[in-house]
Nanobody
Framework: QVQLVESGGGLVQAGGSLRLACAAS????????MGWFRQAPGKEREVVAQ????????YYADSVKGRFTISTDKPKNTVYLQMNTLKPEDTAVYSC???????????WGQGPQVTVSS
C-alpha cells in the first residue's frame, strides 16, 4: 500500500508564494507519474501540474503556466509544487496523486488547503 503525505499550504496574500510537498511511502513504491490537483468549492477537481517520473516530462494547466513549478526529489519519492504570484482564484484544496502503472492515478493524498486573500 502506498501512502501520500502532503505538507505546505496555508493562507497567503495575493502575489505571495507557497510550496507544497508530497512524499510517497510504502512497502514498494512504483511511480509512473505524480501530479497535483485542486478543487475549489463548487467546482470540479482539475489537474494543476503533473510530471512523468522517468522522463521528467511536465504538464501544466494554462491557468498556472509561468507561475507554478512542479519538481521532484526521486530518492525521496517526493514531488513539490512551487506556487508563485498566487491569485485569489488559486484558492482550493490541493491534492497530490500517484500513478503507479500508467493506468491512471490510483493513489491520492488528503490535500492541504491553500487560501489566497486579495
Amino acid at each position: 500500500q502506498v501512502q501520500l503525505v502532503e505538507s505546505g499550504g496555508g493562507l497567503v496574500q495575493a502575489g505571495g508564494s507557497l510550496r507544497l510537498a508530497c512524499a510517497a511511502s510504502g512497502r514498494t513504491v512504483s511511480i509512473y507519474t505524480m501530479g497535483w490537483f485542486r478543487q475549489a468549492p463548487g467546482k470540479e477537481r482539475e489537474v494543476v501540474a503533473q510530471t512523468t517520473w522517468s522522463s521528467g516530462y511536465t504538464y501544466y494547466a494554462d491557468s498556472v503556466k509561468g507561475r507554478f513549478t512542479i519538481s521532484t526529489d526521486k530518492p525521496k519519492n517526493t514531488v513539490y509544487l512551487q506556487m508563485n504570484t498566487l491569485k485569489p482564484e488559486d484558492t482550493a484544496v490541493y491534492s497530490c496523486a500517484l500513478d503507479s502503472s500508467a493506468r491512471g492515478y490510483n493513489y491520492w493524498g488528503q490535500g492541504p488547503q491553500v487560501t489566497v486573500s486579495s
